[in-house]
């Protein structure tokens, strides 16, 4: 059973007909060849932005994204929303900008976990994303400059990458993306030259750890 399953009458947070089309659309299309080298890939770069809640925890309060097309950052080919009184149009807008193409974010925990939590809540499942974290692979395409895992400012400075507002979702994004552009530099001299190779070696590594 595929997460669209879930969509039926009565079993999402109250979507109109529009936001399902929407929805149906981008689980009607084809996986990703993750088989395809990295410069012929359109990875997508995801980052959120939140803020404190009542109680306790965080809350997402907007999305950003960029994509890398074929190795290249276009930072015209972005997305940028504000959750506000609109939170499902804004988390499927996003989805649509991401296609089906592999996800990359730094801190997997955090920022796939804040989105996987606002698409359960707003569009009552949570989609298939082939999720890649920076923060898991870098160690291993870079031992030399940081061992072991590290907060994203360390990497960042490491390459002399501009973080230029950390609050703004996009902002984060772009900055994360240039990483990813260094990784995958690395990753294609190591042999690792697929999408599928970099999730490989993301388990592995997982694994390894114990998590």
Not at 62 to 82: C, E, F, K, T
Not at 158 to 186: G, N, T, W, Y
């Amino acid at each position: 059973m595929n997460w669209l399953s879930r969509f039926l009458p009565g079993s999402s947070p109250g979507l109109n007909p529009n936001q399902q089309a929407s929805l149906e659309a981008i689980a009607a299309l084809p996986a990703p060849d993750l088989g395809r080298s990295h410069y012929e890939t359109r990875y997508v770069v995801v980052n959120t932005e939140t803020g404190p809640m009542d109680g306790g925890g965080q809350r997402l309060l907007a999305v950003g994204a960029v994509a890398i097309n074929r190795g290249l950052l276009h930072p015209a080919d972005a997305y940028h929303a504000s959750l506000g009184s609109a939170p499902a149009d804004a988390l499927i807008g996003l989805l649509k900008f991401i296609g089906r193409a592999p996800a990359i974010v730094y801190n997997a925990p955090f920022n796939q976990g804040t989105l996987e939590r606002a698409f359960e809540q707003n569009l009552g499942s949570v989609p298939e994303v082939d999720w890649i974290d920076l923060m898991v692979l870098m160690p291993s395409l870079y031992p030399e400059r940081i061992a072991g895992q590290a907060r994203m400012d360390a990497w960042l400075g490491a390459f002399s990458i501009d973080r230029i507002d950390h609050r703004d979702a996009l902002l984060e994004a772009l900055a994360v993306a240039q990483l990813h552009q260094v990784a995958l530099a690395r990753a294609s001299v190591q042999g690792l030259t697929t999408p599928r190779d970099l999730l490989e070696t993301q388990s592995s590594r997982k694994w390894l750890r114990g998590s």
